[in-house]
């Protein structure tokens, strides 16, 4: 992989160590009031630069589109996982995204030997990691990791749009927006609403 410092600086690390197969973990869809939570894990090829990855946040939604593309045909190994509303709401939202990361790293075809994890917090990994606090702006891994997860959800979004058209998804992807906001009012929650986010909303 072509040098590049800022968006390197923890998968040169571990390489120095002696870690070879280092898989950077992201999650996509925490915050909205509908929808699956979705993460993403990914083992890039050191030897591979794929130009553009950066956090998904910093990129249009065609960039991301092409990334993803070009992601799953270089990483060494990929895999998304989602946890669905009604499980979010019988847990909450953080055991619902730490088993979605969870079930990523553990379906990818080739194990990696350490993780690094977007964010601050984890357990039930059982492998060596590391949280790593804005990550997908230091970490190529785990950048690569947020556009699998955000593309992955935006797609599942557009489809749930379809099923529901009356709460536009494909304009918000189940964000708190205004027109969210007022379309829940006007129709009530649908199968797919996490109803534990609902009750400041629907109460007013």
């Not at 591979?48 to 065609?62: C, F, M, Q, R, T």
């Not at 080739?110 to 492998?127: A, T």
């Not at 927006?177 to 829940?184: E, G, I, R, S, V």
Request: with cysteine.
């Amino acid at each position: 992989m072509k040098d590049n410092t800022d968006m390197l600086l923890h998968e040169k690390r571990l390489w120095s160590k002696g870690y070879k197969l280092i898989a950077g973990v992201d999650e996509a869809g925490r915050g909205p009031l509908a929808g699956s939570v979705y993460a993403a894990a990914v083992i890039l090829d050191p030897d591979v630069y794929i130009e553009g990855v950066n956090d998904s946040k910093k990129l249009s939604a065609k960039k991301r589109e092409e990334l993803f593309d070009v992601i799953c045909q270089k990483a060494v190994a990929w895999h998304i996982a989602c946890i669905d509303a009604q499980e979010i709401d019988n847990t909450d939202i953080l055991t619902a995204t730490l088993k979605a990361m969870n079930t990523a790293v553990d379906n990818l075809k080739i194990q990696p030997d350490y993780v690094l994890i977007d964010g601050n917090q984890m357990r039930g990994m059982n492998r060596e990691y590391e949280t790593v606090v804005k990550g997908d702006a230091t970490s190529a891994s785990i950048a690569a990791a947020s556009i699998l997860a955000k593309v992955a959800r935006d797609r599942y979004m557009c489809e749930q749009a379809k099923l529901y058209p009356q709460y536009f998804f494909e304009k918000h992807k189940g964000y708190g927006t205004k027109l969210h906001c007022d379309m829940l009012k006007q129709y009530g929650p649908c199968d797919i609403h996490r109803k534990t986010f609902l009750t400041k909303i629907l109460s007013k």
